[in-house]
């Protein structure tokens, strides 16, 4: 991408947001001030449980006022090239149909944002899918057979396999997570070092960790999660315009369960149906030869995938309003008693998108990695 574009685009993409602009007041429960107020009153985002920390590192997340989350801006090319990303996204004159069903799997993206004082600073404007939760247990979950995307060094390559050698074949690395002891009134907290020590054998018992209160295993938040999961895997089965590395999702359940569990919606039953025994390894296919300069202008390809039979031109883009969601197939009968199942009200968003890349291929080491995540927690909540 030239100097010109770069500037055109950063010109284009600069939507200031300013105090009184977000979802709504305050910030919610469990969110507190983990220092005095900085930033026009924006503090340190307390219950982060990976990444980059305010305070700690160079750039960091912070809590703004309104209760929204405020994302500093990496160092170029991978903060402009996540700037890109939501913007492209969340873009109003957005009608690619594949692109719309993202928006459901993401955090919700109000724009940019900077402090008068610091107005070189920018950050992106987030929606904090934690805020509704009284006790939120979070955790972080890297997904792929590979964490470096396809212009990384040699030096980067090996670093990032250093880290975890495990991950091309697990397909997928706990970065983080804290979850709610209900005896203690507290937080457990798991860090990235504890992730890393996970291999084959132990993966499923670490994994139920984050589903443990102390007392007993949430089986309802894990049944939540699997449909969540399976959600965003059919997405990435349907499509094949954006390769993802490096990117996370982000699991939040309530530490405090509900009195009375919402029950499975129609829809979310037939997503729990297809949910099915994971066997085998596919092919891991990098072969992404597009400039960087093409990314932003995927929406003039179509989604290629079985639930969206009609394919558009690739050489035109034709807006077509469709926002309708992927057509959820239903695969096998209801078993008895499934009716009667109930659900955690859990969220699973995808988020960290510094390493995203167009392509003409399936993302298989993201499938990959869901369909291994999708297996374990499977395992645990059938144990």
Same mark, same amino acid.
């Given at each position: @991408? ?11 993409? %600069? ?67 996540? @700037? ?54 979070? @955790? ?12 990384? $060094? ?11 050698? *495990? ?21 457990? $907290? ?37 449909v969540k999961v399976q959600k965003? *895997? ?34 979310e039953k037939t997503t729990a149906?297809?949910?099915?025994? &994971?066997?085998?390894?596919? %092919?891991?296919?990098?072969? &992404? ?5 093409? @990314?932003?202008? *995927? ?43 109930? %659900?955690?009200?859990? %969220? ?36």
């Amino acid at each position: @991408m030239d100097s010109s574009s770069s500037v055109a685009l950063r010109r284009r993409l %600069e939507i200031r947001s300013d105090l009184s602009s977000g979802p709504g007041p305050g910030p919610g429960p469990g969110l507190g001030h983990a220092s005095g107020p900085r930033l026009n009153g924006c503090v340190p985002l307390s219950h982060q449980v990976a990444g980059h920390k305010y305070g700690v590192d160079k750039v960091g997340i912070l809590q703004h006022p309104d209760g929204t989350v405020l994302k500093q801006l990496q160092p170029p090319p991978r903060g402009p090239r996540e @700037m890109q990303f939501y913007s492209m996204v969340y873009a109003e004159d957005c009608h690619d149909p594949c692109l719309l069903v993202l928006q459901q799997h993401l955090p919700k993206f109000f724009g940019t944002w900077s402090s008068p004082d610091s107005p070189t600073d920018l950050y992106l404007k987030l929606e904090d899918v934690t805020r509704r939760f009284q006790k939120p247990c979070i @955790m972080d979950v890297k997904i792929g057979q590979r964490s470096y995307d396809p212009f990384a $060094s040699q030096e980067k390559r090996e670093q990032q396999i250093r880290k975890y050698p *495990l991950m091309e074949e697990i397909g997928f690395l706990v970065l983080g997570m804290r979850v709610y002891n209900v005896g203690s009134d507290s937080f457990d $907290s798991y860090d990235q070092h504890y992730g890393r020590g996970l291999v084959k054998e132990t993966i499923k018992d670490g994994l139920s960790k984050f589903f443990f209160n102390g007392d007993v295993l949430r089986k309802d938040a894990i049944t939540a999660s699997i449909v969540k999961v399976q959600k965003i *895997l059919l997405w990435f089965e349907g499509q094949s315009q954006l390769n993802f590395y490096a990117s996370s999702l982000l699991f939040v359940y309530d530490g405090v369960p509900s009195a009375s569990p919402r029950m499975l919606s129609s829809e979310e039953k037939t997503t729990a149906r297809t949910l099915e025994k &994971i066997d085998g390894v596919l %092919e891991y296919n990098n072969n &992404i030869d597009q400039s960087l300069s093409t @990314m932003y202008s *995927l929406h003039k390809k179509g989604c290629t995938s079985s639930h969206h039979q009609a394919k558009q031109d690739n050489s035109k883009w034709q807006p077509n309003g469709n926002r309708s969601p992927i057509q959820l197939e239903a695969k096998g009968q209801d078993k008895p008693g499934e009716a009667d199942r109930s %659900e955690a009200d859990v %969220e699973v968003r995808m988020i960290d998108f510094a390493h995203v890349f167009p392509s003409e291929v399936h993302d298989h080491g993201y499938i990959y990695g869901l369909r291994n995540l999708l297996k374990v927690l499977q395992e645990i909540l059938e144990d």
